[in-house]
């Protein structure tokens, strides 16, 4: 159906830290919407590189609840803690080219800089140092968001050299998500606005692994009653995987589409067809929108 120049590979990456809820179905659903609108294909991978964050059995409770709401991923599952190779080889890769370095500074060395990392503390020396991205002076990234429209970061000044490989072994996400969107062919990355800062240092790693950089768009954030991203919040209600559809009519909501559209429906099935028929990414608005206006919205 589509040309090679009008591919189109869409994904969605949970972490599974626990049960899929309201703001990672808008993520889930935004991302799918965006990939069926142009008949592009949507895969899902698994974040799981993370251990101390991790909830024995959330990736598989996650990709249930993603089945009940009829999103399925087109390409196979991959998990992140399967492709260690992958990411040892982009380390080396950068270690080689002189853009990433080995940090023996703590915590500590980086406190008076506000946690960002510049320079190495003379001296410093740790066991098991971490790896950095060495972000240039000269680091000002600047991208089109679909949602957002221009953003521009410096990275050097605003974030320092970022961390590819943590103290403690761990991969770290802004490596193993840029590694993986290429690996994967992945053309386009919706995901949550909570994601919008990181783009700049992602795509400064893409140019030192000279790879291509996707297009992207930040889908907006759910915020609770006080203002706080619900994903954080301990108010993240899991959505109910065993009655999706009014979770699926909250998701759309929040994508700023007109909440007739999915009225009256009474099957998943039917309800995303129409959803993919009447989405309209041209309405959704980038400031956040609070989880009581959703319902609110809903019971009208
Ligand atoms: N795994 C990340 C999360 O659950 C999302 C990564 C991404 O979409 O780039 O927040």
Known sequence: MNTPASRYRGRFAPSPTGPLHLG????????????????????????????????????DAQLRTLSAFGLVSDGPI????????????????????????????????LAASGGIHRTCRPGARRE???????????????FDDGIHGRYEQDVGRDVGDVVLRRAD???????????DDAD???TDVVRGADLLDSTPRQILLQRALGLPTPRYAHLPLIVDDAGQKLSKSLAALPVD????LP???LAWRALHQPAH?????????????????????????SKPTSVAALHNCAAT
């Open 78 to 109: 991959v998990r992140q803690s399967d492709r260690h190779a992958l990411y040892e080889a982009a380390l080396a890769h950068l270690l080689d080219t002189g853009f990433a370095f080995h940090c023996h500074c703590s915590r500590n060395d």
């Open 169 to 179: 072994g761990f991969w770290a996400y802004q490596l193993a998500v840029v590694v």
């Open 24 to 59: 990672s179905l808008v993520a889930a659903f935004g991302s799918w919407l965006m990939a069926r609108r142009v008949g592009g294909e949507w895969w899902v991978r698994v974040e799981d590189l993370d251990p101390p964050r991790e909830v024995a059995g959330a990736a």
């Open 241 to 244: 995987a065993s009655d999706p």
């Open 128 to 142: 098991t140092p971490a790896v950095r991205l060495r972000a240039p002076d000269d680091a000002r990234i600047a």
């Open 247 to 249: 979770a699926l009519r």
């Open 184 to 186: 994967q062919d992945v």
């Open 261 to 285: 559209i999915l009225h009256g429906i009474d099957s998943i099935e039917r309800a995303l067809a129409q959803a993919v028929a009447e989405f309209d990414p041209s309405l959704i608005e």
